[in-house]
Nanobody
């Protein structure tokens, strides 16, 4: 069984930081691109950041550029999202996902495996 397991979410004040982790179990994802998405109540799921299989190419949504950093450690089958300068509008359930191929994918339909999500709440 293939699983993506997120952790690191929680409650933080505006301006604070959190680091999300996504561990892949059941198979390796070191040869595919991965991404972080989020979904706030009443809104559609949106991409936050994505990273190529090797980690040398990254993509960020405009709303998080300069504040969030995506990275991966293929030896540990783990992806990270460092979130700094958090804002109340960052409040959402954050999901990690693994795509079909090596290059970055932006649309959610390009991702094959999804985690269960971790809640991030930023208080004002």
């Amino acid at each position: 069984q293939v699983l993506l397991v997120e952790s690191g979410g929680g409650l933080v004040q505006t301006g604070g930081s959190l680091r999300l982790s996504c561990v892949a179990r059941g198979r390796t994802f070191s040869n595919v691109a991965m991404g972080w998405f989020r979904q706030a109540p009443g809104k559609e799921r949106e991409i936050v950041a994505a990273i190529s299989w090797s980690g040398d190419i990254t993509y960020y949504a405009d709303s998080v550029k300069g504040r969030f950093t995506i990275s991966r450690d293929n030896a540990k089958n783990t992806m990270y999202l460092q979130m700094n300068s958090l804002k109340p509008e960052d409040t959402a359930v954050y999901y990690c996902a693994a795509s079909h191929g090596r290059s970055i994918v932006v649309p959610a339909r390009g991702y094959e495996y999804w985690g269960q999500g971790t809640q991030v709440t930023v208080s004002s």
